[in-house]
């Protein structure tokens, strides 16, 4: 029923394969050749639309299954040849359509013992029968040929197929990177912001009666924030942000400042050679997460920030003097620090943290993997 279906709506070989199958279909007439110049029996007659009907029919179904289920196929194509061969020394052209079959077999190696055997045995058959020279070279000189093609032909298809499958496999690792690089950069920037402006409001609602005019300055910087961060969260979306680690160490220091904590920068940060943008970008989100985290866990009072360059290496350090080592494991598991660990981890880099008496966070990027990711 499957099959008649198939025939009836099409197509009547898989699209991948192409037009060609109804081309070669056309090599049936060298079986037919004979009867130009041979008045043959009706009999004979009725057996040969027979059997080009049904050979048709083998034909085009033996598209459409492979492996083992393709083995009747190459049988009947095969007996076919055997069952015409003593009256009909254009059935070679059987042997040549069950040779191109071996293809459907999948495995090359059986694929290829299969198109042998094929051959062999029609060898076999011309002799024994002592089968005309015009029977056994079409089938050896023809089928060989045609059947390694067949094979060959049928190997870049299944490599091409493994290839777009691959391909798909790459875009869709590439999308769930791409969702994880929004939800880390999303997490990094909202959550600064967000802390400061929460922090802001906190000291505007305590100024309200006591100063307003500190209140209402507090407030302005609210406004200012949420613009920065509406404004960083588009440009991260659009995938073309790069944040400037001096621009970020100002930004820490206005709202370390806001929470009553004192940032110290090593002077030695002013005199750094120029770094790639990739690593400034990665250094940047770092200080900006571990700010974050000092914002919402410590109650530091106190921030030493260093930068500087060791063996290659480009080394960041930033460690408070709060109290925190309760959320340690907490923030060990957080979203914030993996993402940072991950893009750290991109560049080859290494990611360590300490808690005692405050947390201590040290970063190393090489120097050279950086720029190699900064030139991709």
């Given amino acids: 029923m499957r099959l008649l279906r198939r025939w009836i709506d099409g197509p009547w070989v898989p699209p991948q394969v192409g037009r060609a199958p109804y081309l070669w279909i056309a090599s049936l007439a060298f079986f037919g050749w004979k009867y130009l110049y041979v008045d043959a029996s009706a009999l004979e007659y009725a057996l040969l639309a027979l059997t080009l009907a049904a050979f048709v029919v083998i034909y085009f179904a033996s598209f459409w299954y492979a492996g083992r289920r393709a083995v009747p196929f190459i049988a009947a194509a095969f007996a076919m040849g055997v069952a015409w061969a003593p009256v009909n020394f254009g059935a070679s052209t059987f042997f040549i359509f069950a040779s191109a079959m071996c293809s459907r077999l999948g495995r090359p190696r059986i694929a290829y013992c299969c198109l042998a055997a094929v051959l062999l045995s ?224 991109q560049l080859g880099g290494w990611l360590g943290m300490r808690c005692d008496q405050g947390m201590s966070l040290e970063l190393r990027l090489p120097m050279e993997r950086a720029a190699q990711g900064a030139s991709r």
């Fill in 122 to 345: 029609a060898t076999a058959l011309a002799l024994g029968l002592q089968l005309p020279l015009s029977f056994l070279i079409p089938t050896l000189a023809t089928g060989a040929p045609v059947g390694i093609a067949s094979i060959m032909d049928a190997q870049v298809r299944s490599s091409r197929r493994l290839l777009l499958l691959k391909q798909e496999e790459v875009e869709h690792l590439a999308r769930i990177a791409e969702r994880e690089r929004i939800s880390r950069d999303m997490h990094d920037l909202l959550g600064h912001s967000l802390s400061l402006i929460t922090l802001k409001a906190e000291l505007a609602g305590r100024l309200l009666e006591r100063d307003p005019a500190a209140c209402r300055q507090e407030i302005r910087d609210i406004e200012a924030s949420a613009r920065h961060a509406l404004a960083e969260v588009r440009s991260a979306v659009s995938g073309y942000r790069e944040t400037g680690f001096a621009q970020e160490l100002e930004r820490a220091r206005v709202a370390l400042s806001a929470a009553g904590v004192t940032l110290h920068a090593d002077a030695a940060m002013a005199s750094l050679p120029a770094m790639p943008a990739t690593a400034e970008n990665v250094l940047a989100l770092a200080l900006r997460e571990a700010v974050t985290n000092i914002l919402r866990h410590a109650g530091a009072t106190r921030c030493d920030v260093s930068l500087g360059m060791q063996d290659g290496l480009i080394v960041f350090r930033i460690r408070d003097d709060g109290k925190a080592v309760a959320e340690a494991g907490a923030l060990v598991q957080g979203n914030g620090l993996r993402g940072m660990q991950e893009r750290v981890a």
